[in-house]
């Protein structure tokens, strides 16, 4: 069955960086697009970014454009999320998500955090 399972979550100050990855299984992740979103406290689930099965083509929300970097291993069925001068606001648990076969699947989280 497919499986995506988050890592890399933790405390971090403002400005600084964290490494997010999503290990597949269950599919052929090299054949799908993927993406990062993000739920903060309060709020809802928004999409971070989309990355192309071939990892040619990315679209970043505005929020994050500049900052973070999305790539993929197909390789080792891992999507990463690079994430640099982290702020406050980016404070929430980032979900790795594909669609197959027209569902939608979702990783458990992990949970940023960015405070002094």
């Known amino acids: 069955q497919v499986q995506l399972v988050e890592s890399g979550g933790d405390l971090v100050r403002p400005g600084g960086s964290l490494r997010l990855s999503c290990a597949a299984s269950?599919?052929?992740?090299?054949?799908?697009?993927m993406s990062w979103y993000r739920q903060a406290p309060g709020k809802e689930r928004e999409l971070v970014v989309v990355?192309?099965?071939?990892?040619?083509?990315?679209n970043y929300a505005d929020s994050v454009k500049g900052r973070f970097t999305i790539s993929r291993d197909n390789g080792k069925n891992t999507v990463y999320l690079q994430m640099n001068s982290l702020k406050p606001e980016d404070t929430a648990v980032y979900y790795c998500n594909v669609v197959y076969f027209d569902m939608k699947y979702w990783g458990k989280g992990t949970l940023v955090t960015v405070s002094s």
């Open positions: 990355i192309s099965s071939t990892g040619g083509w990315t």
């Open positions: 269950g599919f052929t992740s090299s054949s799908y697009a």
